[in-house]
């Protein structure tokens, strides 16, 4: 018996909660092996919308909604964390397997959770406290017990940035976001890394060449991306291997995105995971043998992992929503970067644009990767996403 | 103004004439932009009908269908060649845009007036003779007119392989096909090559590195492709020239996939043209910068050319049903076949296989050819599409 065979030729449909860009390339890499997917997600007019079997408008952090979504489907998975854990736990009593597991999506919605797990089992990260409050907080910051600066993060809901900040001086300690909270020690960072990892059923693991994150400080997103990263082969494969050891214990399956730190001691410090295709991972669909999307499937349908290896250096570059704007996009410069040398844009449909919103990302591909990311600069001063002037251009 | 903005936020819509698997790898490409599709197909369970935005059940050989499914598109393609011209040229004339041009469509759907195309343009072709019936060209054998061996073609809808074949004796010539056909002198094959080129409205041309295509004998399709082809350089230069020369002899918008025979004298002939993405490109999706899907969108609407350079060596196979049956497809040794290294399957979803049918493909990559030939042959070798059994195996 044929595992694809099967995914094929019967009524098994792929389930995924969420529609945006990530579960569009999701749909996409199914579509390759005619995999049928359907979606759930609250705005008809997403970007996996029109390309699934079957779309279902609906919350997917709302249970039922979850729960009447899945019913029926072989295999539930997600572009993204905020779903209910609850439905699919109910779910997963009803026969309907679900990846990543939701064990592991309870502790990763968990930010203080989370950074347990890797104190007790050993992985570097930085050091932290938990806090019921802001209140908690400050009050430790008071007594001493928390030092200046540090880094806040809420403990749930966090995503793309939000829910992180920096927190550097005593005049700050007013901004702090409220709820169950953790402080963690401030890193002076070399240098942001990211590795995917991904691991089926069988225990089979993989892992992709890190790639070095450079943010934009003001959105809080990723600027670009180069893949490999620059940096020392041992540090690259020491955070190859924290990343995969964290599969393994976590017993993940599917696709692990690791967010490290390299500090400028040196150290290697878990910083997030995302058990998700990532942001980070888009450079794949063009510069791996096997991308992101269609390796996130074969680890969930226990299918035999794909060569990770790079077959070209890649920078990827995020299309965001300019500063200023709000409303239906407008597009500025696509037509003159998909000139250039191994520029691929990738439009993800959105019918809205607001500032640092992600519209779009370009890949730049090249045999050398300073070339890539030279092109990858040029791509980033030319693009522009703005609102299209009918709707009045200022937010 | 920005192009491919407008065909991100306008209503703007690319029909295509085909809903097959190459109008299915179309639509994903175009899916990366979020160019959203149209199709019409007579198989409403054809492969790109779930992921086109309309699909429309109908005869794309049908002039009130092709109209009907037209009006209101702002461009119009294709996949398959056996289209109606006469719809298509009725839509240019209500403002519809139509690539590649009616005009080059009626010419290559018309073996004969493409061979004298060929002459009267001083491309290389096997020499020829136009008859008006099977009975015209035997009496034209028995005059020692036309000498056996020879090609026979079928002026009009051959396709995959049907509408050719080698009449070697005279015992053959009652098997000679119906209609108004050619002859070909027969030419002493080394290798059957195939060249991608594109062209823009804007004048501007690109070429890929020629394919090496070898024939199943029996199927009549090709059994695998290597690119880059093992030919000397300046053979393969000289294919490109001719190719490119072609399209632009052509004025065509799109792809123009033209497979060439290298005669044991080592001459370059024209054999079979096709102004569309072709079976001979489906490695481009991950062995070149450009894929050729990508590069037939770029070159319709007129946005710049991608490079057509390779990533790295490929191999491509088909996934034919096996001979003996028929019916609902069985897919045998997939799962094995994706677990070698640089192996990439595509199912195109077909409901049913029937023997030589095109169910799907697999493009193997690898840094050195050879090891991609050897790996090829490996897939081939255990891949197999049947028919399950509940339909009964025997056709």
């Known amino acids: 018996m044929d ?8 009524s098994a449909r792929l389930g995924i909660l969420g529609g945006g860009q990530l579960g569009k390339m999701l749909v996409l890499a199914a579509s390759h092996w ?5 979606a759930l997600d609250p705005d008809p007019a ?6 699934v079997e079957r779309f279902v408008v609906g919350n997917y952090g709302a249970t039922d909604d979850v729960i009447a979504f899945g019913e029926g489907l ?32 309870r502790l990763i919605q968990d930010k203080g959770r989370q950074k347990e797990f890797y104190s007790h089992h050993g992985f570097p990260t930085a050091s932290f406290s938990l806090f019921p409050s802001a209140q908690a907080l400050r009050a430790a910051v008071a007594s001493g017990e928390v030092l200046l600066p540090f880094v806040q993060k809420v403990r749930s809901g966090g995503y793309d940035g939000r829910g992180v900040q920096v927190v550097k001086q005593a005049e700050d300690l007013g901004d702090l976001l409220e709820g169950p909270c953790l402080s963690e ?26 790639v070095e994150m450079a943010f934009d400080p003001k959105a809080n997103l990723v600027e670009w991306l180069a893949c490999p990263a620059r940096i020392e082969p041992q540090i690259a494969e020491r955070a190859r291997e924290i990343a995969l050891d964290l599969a393994a214990a976590l017993q ?25 295709p990532h942001n980070s991972g888009h450079h794949t669909i063009e510069s791996c043998f096997t991308s992101q999307y269609e390796q996130h499937l074969r680890a969930i349908y226990g299918l035999p992992l794909g060569s990770a290896d790079l077959k070209l250096p890649a920078v990827m570059v995020n ?10 996009p407008q597009y500025q410069g696509l037509t003159e970067c998909m000139a250039l040398p191994g520029v691929k844009i990738h439009l993800y449909g959105k019918s809205r644009m607001r500032p640092g919103r992600k519209m779009g990302h370009a890949t730049v591909l090249a045999h050398e990767l300073d070339d890539a990311i030279a092109t990858a600069r040029r791509v980033r001063e030319t693009i522009k996403v703005i609102a299209r002037p009918e709707d009045g251009s200022e937010s």
Chains 1, 2 share one sequence.
């Open 3 to 10: 595992q694809l065979d099967q995914l094929v030729t019967t």
């Open 34 to 38: 005619h995999v049928r997917c359907h």
């Open 46 to 51: 997403c970007p996996a919308a029109h390309l």
């Open 74 to 105: 072989e295999l539930l998975t997600i572009e993204i964390e905020q779903v209910s854990c609850d439905a699919l736990e109910a779910l997963e009593r009803r026969g309907v397997r679900v990846c990543p597991q939701p064990s592991v999506l």
């Open 185 to 210: 020690t401030f890193v002076d960072v070399a240098a942001e890394l990211a590795v995917l990892v991904a691991r089926s059923g069988r225990g089979e693991v993989v892992s992709y060449p890190p």
């Open 252 to 276: 993940i399956e599917g696709l692990l995105a690791v967010e490290l730190l390299l500090s400028t001691s040196g150290e290697l410090l878990i910083n997030e995971v995302s058990p998700r």
């Open 319 to 328: 299309i965001l929503g300019a500063d200023g704007y709000e409303g239906h």
